[in-house]
Nanobody, 126 residues
């Protein structure tokens, strides 16, 4: 599967952005999907994960209550709605896909993901 992330940009603190990640290829519904981010000088961080069906989700502590992940299997897309953005949310955001069976627990390690999008830059100004 190939992934293409979009939707990044410059926004003021307190604002919102919606990231999108479009996939091409087959069997999109067999992939767990995630958003990771990496800020300059920092390690890559798992922001959010969503299961194959969309029924289970994970959020990192730093974004819990502000970000919402969703997916549309018919459109082969995953989204990240980001609200109440903070300066510390500034990073390059990547979408990633992991081919899993239904019972696989949500994975937050980047090494578990086989497919990655190219990244989209989110800059939050004060």
């Amino acid at each position: 599967v190939q992934l293409q992330a979009s939707g990044g940009g410059l926004v003021q603190a307190g604002g919102s952005l919606r990231l999108s990640c479009a996939a091409s290829g087959h069997s999109f519904s067999r992939y767990a999907l995630a958003w990771f981010r990496q800020a300059p000088g920092k390690e890559r961080e798992c922001v959010s994960v969503i299961s194959r069906s969309g029924g289970n989700t994970y959020y990192g502590d730093s974004v819990k209550g502000r970000f919402t992940i969703s997916r549309d299997n018919a459109k082969k897309a995953v989204y990240l709605q980001m609200n109440s953005l903070k300066v510390e949310d500034t990073a390059v955001y990547y979408c990633a896909a992991d081919h899993v069976i239904l019972t696989t627990p949500l994975e937050i390690r980047g090494s578990a993901y086989d497919y990655w999008g190219q990244g989209t830059l989110v800059t939050v100004s004060s």
